[in-house]
T-cell receptor, first 112, second 113 residues
Framework: DGGITQSPKYLFRKEGQNVTLSCEQNLNHDAMYWYRQDPGQGLRLIYYSQIVNDFQKGDIAEGYSVSREKKESFPLTVTSAQKNPTAFYLC???????????FGEGSRLTVL | SQQGEEDPQALSIQEGENATMNCSYKTSINNLQWYRQNSGRGLVHLILIRSNEREKHSGRLRVTLDTSKKSSSLLITASRAADTASYFCATDAGSGNTGKLIFGQGTTLQVKP
């Protein structure tokens, strides 16, 4: 079945550690996105990519990094520079620019 | 910056009633989308409406778009307990066709059986 797979579903991190969240899609979509969601809040855009080897900062990119070396993969690294990383992270992809988004099931990161 | 803002933030209705939620945005758009999120899950796409469209239907869902007022509404008719979820609008407002999609804060809908 086609879709987006995020892993891990739950992740615990100690302060000062970098962690990488995986996002893989087999939908052959060009565009991929990372969003952050805090409890009871909407989604805030971290990074997005319209094509392989290219990505743009969203509204809250500080403390995060991404790569897009393959069309199907868009990993997100939460660095130690992110001061409040505890959140629910959602990855999405779309066939067309700003078109319908297909979401993964999310990764919940908790900093201990 | 949040381009889409939903209203109300929370809505509680009885099964069988209609639910209406609204979304406002600030700059011109190419399209506006509505999504649903069950608690702790990823979002699911409901409807996309383009800037040159005024109304769109999908099953029990009806979406309207008023570009002069920079607003959209989502109507769920004959609601069911299973419609309990959060609903978000998303726009490419102000993206300059970069593909950037911005979500609003969402409306939490509770449908009581």
């Amino acid at each position: 079945d086609g879709g987006i797979t995020q892993s891990p579903k739950y992740l615990f991190r100690k302060e000062g550690q970098n962690v990488t969240l995986s996002c893989e899609q087999n939908l052959n979509h060009d565009a991929m996105y990372w969003y952050r969601q805090d409890p009871g809040q909407g989604l805030r855009l971290i990074y997005y990519s319209q094509i392989v080897n290219d990505f743009q900062k969203g509204d809250i990119a500080e403390g995060y990094s991404v790569s897009r070396e393959k069309k199907e993969s868009f990993p997100l690294t939460v660095t130690s520079a992110q001061k409040n990383p505890t959140a629910f992270y959602l990855c999405a992809s779309s066939m067309t620019r700003a078109g319908e988004l297909f979401f993964g099931e999310g990764s919940r990161l908790t900093v201990l | 910056s949040q381009q889409g803002e939903e209203d109300p933030q929370a809505l509680s209705i009885q099964e069988g009633e209609n639910a209406t939620m609204n979304c406002s945005y600030k700059t011109s758009i190419n399209n506006l989308q509505w999504y649903r999120q069950n608690s702790g899950r990823g979002l699911v796409h409901l409807i996309l409406i383009r800037s040159n469209e005024r109304e769109k239907h999908s099953g029990r869902l009806r979406v309207t778009l008023d570009t002069s007022k920079k607003s959209s509404s989502l109507l769920i008719t004959a609601s069911r307990a299973a419609d309990t979820a959060s609903y978000f609008c998303a726009t490419d407002a102000g993206s300059g066709n970069t593909g950037k999609l911005i979500f609003g804060q969402g409306t939490t809908l509770q449908v009581k059986p």
